[in-house]
């Protein structure tokens, strides 16, 4: 049984999803303390773990309220339920996950640039900080923090900032860190060129070969690094652009996430933007034997600004979460078919009563 939550301001709320028919019913919902910014499985898929902040986006406003919680999964029914106290964080949280074993959770933060990692307990409630004192190249503004399928390493991308009137631009990096148990060590930066025209934002590994695909924000492209034992070339082997057409100057044009489907055949980056410009997803079928990302499809999402979305582990289904509406066209989940031949077929489209608040986040999980 696989079931859906999305994150409505500080809501969680939960969604029985027909993977077969694309149709969402929704059930019941939790709160975290303060508006929810990312959430993570525990390996065991019994438990869930959200990042929530007061914080304003980007380089907004600092808020007071930064936490991850804990929240418990019913395994018959995906019903949510409180897991022990929440721990604060010192600011907002842009991204988090668990390591492999889901012995540790993960936080990046962007503002100021950061990366702190918590134990997670036995009973998988949150435990205390493990200090980092080998720890000193942070970045400029992460956007997530993975770790490789191994747990050896972690990666952190670092987007950077393109040039302004006001200042030069400043350079993005992948940062990848030596994982022991929780204590990490600065190892490498991979940085093509400084970082300068290089702006990751989101990766993710294939299952089965040594490939990571990095999305690129401030580049509108998707890269392919090939990985072994942590170790990345200094360039991709492979960089395509995610668009359909070129960007109008006024479109502030950016790609989001990228999942691999659970076959490996297929990579796909969500393409978005504040307004009625290209919000699509791009779909790539991956060269089985390079690795090569070759554009296939550029599928409308049928809504505006698509921050997250999410491949069920059958991979038959796509669900698409936009952050936010833009004139007559509201904040938005889409269901999606996915073909044998990899690319999307529109299933429903679900308007979502947000009071102007932002669905920062959306994933699915398949209960143990």
Same mark, same amino acid.
């Given at each position: 049984?696989?079931?859906?939550? *999305?994150?409505?301001?500080? =809501?969680?709320i939960h969604f029985d999803i027909s993977v077969t028919e694309g149709t969402l019913i929704r059930r019941g919902t939790v709160m975290a303390p303060a508006n929810i910014q990312y959430v993570w499985p525990h390996m065991s898929r019994r438990f869930l773990y959200a990042a929530s902040s007061d914080s304003a986006s980007g380089m907004g406003p600092a808020g007071k309220t930064h936490h991850v919680s804990a929240f418990r999964i019913d395994p018959a029914t995906g019903a949510l339920s409180p897991h022990g106290a929440p721990i604060p964080l010192p600011y907002r949280p842009i991204h988090m996950a668990t390591d492999v074993p889901s012995d540790h959770v993960m936080? *990046?933060?962007?503002?100021?640039p950061d990366l702190k990692v918590y134990h997670i307990n036995d009973d998988a409630t949150l435990g205390a900080e493990v200090p980092q004192p080998g720890l000193t190249d942070?970045?400029?503004?992460?956007?997530?923090?993975?770790?490789?399928? =191994?747990?050896?390493h972690i990666v952190m991308p670092t987007r950077g900032f393109d040039a302004?009137?006001? %200042?030069?631009?400043?350079p993005g990096a992948l940062k990848i860190f030596r994982n022991d148990n929780g204590v990490?060590? =600065?190892e490498v930066s991979i940085a093509p060129n400084g970082g300068f025209g290089f702006g990751p934002r989101h990766l993710d590994f294939h299952p089965t070969r040594p490939w990571i695909y990095v999305a690129l924000e401030r580049q509108n492209a998707v890269a392919m690094f090939p990985h072994d034992k942590g170790r990345l070339p200094a360039a991709p082997l492979f960089q395509e652009t995610t668009l359909r057409d070129p960007p109008a100057p006024d479109a502030h044009q950016m790609v989001g996430t990228v999942h691999v489907h659970p076959n490996g055949r297929f990579?796909?980056? *969500?393409?978005r933007a504040r307004n009625n410009a290209e919000n699509t997803i791009a779909v790539f079928a991956i060269d089985r034997t390079s690795g090569k990302p070759v554009p296939i499809q550029h599928a409308n999402t049928n809504g505006i600004h698509c921050r997250t979305f999410h491949i069920d582990p059958t991979g038959r289904l796509l669900v698409c979460a936009h952050i936010q509406g833009f004139g007559d066209i509201p904040t938005r989940l889409t269901t999606f078919h996915i073909g044998g =031949?990899? %690319?999307?077929?529109? *299933?429903?489209?679900y308007d979502m009563e947000t009071g102007g608040r932002f669905m920062w986040w959306m994933g699915m999980v398949t209960l143990p």
């Open positions: 049984m696989t079931v859906l939550y *999305a994150s409505i301001g500080a =809501d969680l936080v *990046a933060f962007n503002n100021p942070r970045g400029i503004f992460p956007h997530q923090v993975l770790p490789f399928p =191994d747990n050896s302004t009137k006001d %200042k030069p631009e400043e990490l060590r =600065d990579v796909y980056v *969500a393409n =031949d990899g %690319k999307l077929t529109l *299933a429903q489209t």
